[in-house]
């Protein structure tokens, strides 16, 4: 009653009679009636209003004077407005209720350590490891220098190295005078092979669910190999054939022993002699070195003079490990039957060491200056270098912990889910 409509008014309200079946002979102010609650139940004002009506919409429209579930999940009273709406569900105060954004979806499970391949699972090897046996003293300038270059890792036991994150050790064998000891390159190193295999079993009654690796490699002397052998067997440590090596996972390997070894032949080193901490001096440079040093060159004046991995320009040596780590971490090791290294450590040729020398340096130090293990932890936490085996380190003891954060980043890729009673694996 006194309520004018416009022809479009109408001409909306026939359609709207039609959209809701209505009844020809429904009288003509409830089908205007019909049409409102359609429109208003679509969450949409009328698309045009009436000239002349009494009440008119404006703003947005929360739901239905029909009532229903808002869009936030919960019951209109009978709009979805958050304060009070006008008599078509519009136009509320505060706005509408509004649909809960989804929740983030759960991270993924990371793989199973348990079923992992053994060519996959990633452990810190240990380069050159017995060097940790071969000097009490190390890096004090002209008082070492042979140790200064012939110790990758510091002072110590192969205990020590394992409680800094080591699983995997690179032992290079040596034959002489009829027992088995070790070297690095030409220099022996007067510690027994059946030593090192005893300190190793010692941990591994403490620690049955850690599994190692022992790599004998590089075997120089007469009968290394059968002695080598022979040491395992009295040690009772598995030696493990290469075509082993492509069927094992982590889990099937700790059920042989939590112990294990490997020789020659099963391991693809992917050896880079690039890789340096030092750049290869041109004449021009070696001639302005051989002049200041006859006229006691200090070592800081020699730091501006050899370009190295812990001076000013580092960044150019680091791209080359980087690159090097990332091309052999791709994922082509799911390929290989062998275990696999990644070599996260600097080379060293007579050049380098020579360089190395001039500043003072030496091997530990190298690592530690320009912070190869600590930057490396932070790239693998962030995701880089996905796929790894055997990454060799120097200095995985070094004093900063950064041996254990690259354990800690490596493990943190697995649900670590297996435990160990003697030889058999409980899941």
Partial sequence: KGLRISEGAKQQTRNSSKLVGEDQNMPPTWSLLSAVLIFHARGKPPAEKAVGTLIETRGECCGSILGGTCADGSLGTPCCGRGRCNVFCCDCDGGCWEAQ????????????????????????????????????????????????????????????????????????????????????????????VSDLLAELKAWQVKNPSELVIVYGSHCSGNNCPEMFRNLLKVADIPLLQCSQVRELTLGSALKMSSLLAVDDGCVRENYDPSIRCYEEVG?????????????????????????????????????????????????????????????????????????????????????????VNSKLAHKISEGEFPHINLLELDNVCDADSSGLQVLASLRNRFTMDLDVVGRAVIV
């Fill in 101 to 192: 954004p989804a929740p983030s979806p759960s991270p993924p499970t990371p793989p199973s350590a348990f079923s992992t391949p053994l060519i996959e699972w990633p452990m810190i090897m240990t380069h050159d490891a017995a060097t940790s046996y071969f000097s009490h003293k190390t890096c004090d300038g002209l008082l070492t220098p042979k140790s200064d270059w012939v110790m990758t890792q510091s002072p110590g036991t192969w205990t020590q190295q394992l409680s800094c994150g080591a699983r995997a050790f690179d032992l290079r064998l040596l034959s002489s005078h009829g027992e088995l000891i070790v070297h690095h390159g030409p220099v022996g190193i007067n510690v027994k």
């Fill in 283 to 371: 004449e021009t440079t070696k001639s302005r070195l051989e002049v200041q040093v006859g006229h006691n060159l200090t070592r800081v004046d020699l730091h501006g003079l050899v370009s190295s991995c812990h001076g000013p320009n580092s960044q150019k040596f680091f791209n080359a490990l980087w690159n090097h780590v990332s091309k052999i971490s791709d994922g082509r090791g799911k390929q290989q039957s062998q275990m696999w290294m990644v070599q996260a450590h600097w080379q060293y040729d007579p050049y380098s060491i020579a360089k190395g020398t001039l500043v003072g340096s030496c091997i530990l130090k190298d690592e530690s200056a320009s912070g």
